[in-house]
């Protein structure tokens, strides 16, 4: 793989871009491989890239139904923080952040990491009890935030308006080195770094069942055949209840459409992201100069992913009183993605009980920022047998009553 830099660029400029290699191969599955990820978005690619960095298993494969990063990855609103309640989850959370950091220099790919400082609206007195107490229970984790005052949220946010007569802003919890990140980057990057250790990206590839022997796991049926396997690594998002289904356990899973749109570019105006969780919006605005807008998920299990003019007007409703800057704004596009829900809004990071299976799912509306760590405790996980960052995360914790509650921080924020 070459590398990218100032230089290449230049090298690249002087002879019209015909150098440039492709990012990645595109090449036929193999008989076998060591381990199979099914599903090509951030967590498939960045357990992946982990397992190869990490643990030196590069023997890999990972299969895809679509093109890769084309999943929720591709069409989130990017937001990354890591100001979670419980421990287990500001662990992960806070992981991931911190790998972001560095993560362009790591996967030598610009993935545009922005930590412009994500604020959380208080905008009812129990939303400002409850995120002082996740302000506390953030500084006894190392997560640095802060609960700040309506008055610094104005200096921080000079389109807002305090005074809306429904809900009014009182504070807001503050994470300042919270962000974004380009979405396709991140699929782009670790797709290029596994590609470079001779993983295999097989793409336009479904897998259609698993195969096992005596309990234990030998490989998959695809729409290119079968391909054997050690281990497989289920990473699918809104389809994991089909792929457990395949893999012959359940899951506690919900998968809905969650939407997001765009509006017109304009002038910068806004420099952080702001997320209103009482009245169900978030907004940033992007490099481009679009504001990126964002509600809830849709009141009903549905498998589309587009998006419906109910929830351009509920979502603009939600946030013009905040923001009535934006009642001005044309919208320019609208999608949606299947997102798959926990009911106690936490993910599962977990051995299955098909031997060799391991299970990645139900980041629901929230799992972008967490592609870094997520990858990292996975890849521990599936190399190892055991992973400090995911042990809290089994999917037999619905069964023991051992939930990790954080409908605070993910029910309604992404
Ligand atoms: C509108 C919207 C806004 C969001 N905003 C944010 C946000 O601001 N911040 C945040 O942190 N998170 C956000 N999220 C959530 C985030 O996008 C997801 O949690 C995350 O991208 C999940 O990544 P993934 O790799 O698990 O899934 P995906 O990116 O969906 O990848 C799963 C892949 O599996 C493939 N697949 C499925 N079935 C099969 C099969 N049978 N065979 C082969 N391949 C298969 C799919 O094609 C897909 O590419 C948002 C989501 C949406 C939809």
């Known amino acids: 793989m070459k590398h990218y830099s100032a230089f290449a660029v230049a090298r690249e400029a002087l002879r019209y871009h015909t150098g440039w290699e492709r990012a990645w191969r595109s090449p036929e599955p193999k008989k076998k491989y060591d381990v199979i990820i099914v599903g090509a978005g951030g967590h498939g690619l960045a357990t992946a890239y982990y397992l190869g960095k990490n643990y ?58 922005s930590p412009r400082g994500v604020i959380m609206l208080a905008q009812t007195q129990h939303e400002i009890r409850g995120y002082q107490r996740t302000a506390h229970a953030n500084a006894l984790q190392g997560v640095k935030t802060e609960w700040i005052t309506p008055e610094r949220v104005k200096e921080l946010v000079p389109i807002i308006n305090l005074d809306g007569p429904r809900y009014p802003v009182l504070g807001g919890l503050w994470q300042e080195r919270g962000g974004t990140a380009r979405h396709d980057a991140v699929a782009w990057g670790y797709a290029r770094a596994c590609s470079a250790m001779g993983m295999d990206i ?43 289904e395949m893999a012959g356990f359940r899951l506690p899973l919900e998968a809905v459409a969650l939407q997001a749109l765009v509006s017109e570019p304009i002038k910068p105006c806004m420099d952080v992201v702001v997320m209103a969780n009482t009245v169900h919006g978030y907004m940033s605005q992007s490099d481009k100069g679009e504001m990126v ?31 009535p800057m934006i009642s001005r704004l044309k919208m320019l596009r609208q999608w949606g993605g299947i997102v798959d829900m926990t009911g106690d809004r936490s993910p599962i990071l977990s051995k299955t009980p098909l031997q ?59």
């Open 293 to 323: 807008i964002g509600g809830g998920t849709d009141g009903f299990n549905n498998f589309t992913q587009r998006g419906s003019f109910h929830h351009i007007e509920e979502t603009v409703r939600a946030l013009v009183e905040t923001f």
């Open 56 to 113: 030196g298993i590069q023997n890999v494969a990972i299969i895809e139904k679509g093109w890769l990063g084309g999943g929720n990855t591709g069409r989130n609103t990017t937001i990354i923080r890591s100001n979670y309640l419980q421990d287990p989850s500001a662990a992960l959370y806070e992981k991931a952040r911190g790998l972001y950091e560095d993560l362009s220099q790591d996967l030598n790919y610009n993935i545009m990491f």
């Open 202 to 244: 097989i793409q336009k590839c479904e897998v259609t069942g698993v195969r096992s022997d005596n309990g234990r796991v030998v490989g998959v049926d695809t729409t290119k055949g079968a391909i054997d396997c050690d281990k497989l690594g289920i990473v699918v998002a809104g389809h994991s209840g089909q792929l457990a």
């Open 356 to 414: 060799g299976c391991f299970i990645n799912a139900g980041w629901g509306t929230g799992g972008f920022k967490a592609i870094p760590g997520s990858g990292w405790g996975m890849a521990q996980l599936m190399a190892t047998g055991h992973s400090p960052l995911t042990e809290a995360f089994t999917m037999d914790r619905f069964k023991e009553g051992r939930f990790i509650d954080e409908s605070v921080a993910a029910g309604v924020a992404h």
